[in-house]
Nanobody, 129 residues
Framework: QVQLVESGGGLVQAGASLRLSCAGSGRTFNEAVTGWFRQAPGKERDLFAAIGRSGATYYADSVKGRFTVPRDNTKKTVSLQMNSLRSDDTATFYC???????????????????????WGQGTQVTVSS
């Protein structure tokens, strides 16, 4: 059974960079779709990035060009590299995994939260302006 542990959150100033890590366990970690979600105060949790087992990725427009999701299959980690952080990036960040082996880089496909069966505990990122 896959378990996910997130780390790396914190308080940074606007324009800074921050890297989150999602470490997994279990035989299927490297085969699954991994999504990164965030929930800002007063808003619903929403996906903004995802990576499939082939390395194919999806990024929401709001993070495209600023965020990347490098994965290390040897270490069973999927990271979230965040550059040029803005105050509206402030949120609780979650990684999650879906057992689906197919990957389509469309919001409709990767954002279906009911397909993600394993979730990390969440980590807070606060960006001060």
């Amino acid at each position: 059974q896959v378990q996910l542990v997130e780390s790396g959150g914190g308080l940074v100033q606007a324009g800074a960079s921050l890297r989150l890590s999602c470490a997994g366990s279990g035989r299927t970690f490297n085969e699954a779709v991994t999504g990164w979600f965030r929930q800002a105060p007063g808003k619903e949790r929403d996906l903004f990035a995802a990576i499939g087992r082939s390395g194919a990725t999806y990024y929401a427009d709001s993070v495209k060009g600023r965020f990347t999701v490098p994965r290390d299959n040897t270490k069973k980690t999927v990271s979230l590299q965040m550059n040029s952080l803005r105050s509206d990036d402030t949120a609780t960040f979650y990684c999650a995994q879906s057992p689906r082996t197919a990957f389509f880089a469309s919001y409709a496909y990767v954002s279906a939260q009911n397909s993600y069966v394993t979730w990390g505990q969440g980590t807070q990122v606060t960006v001060s302006s």
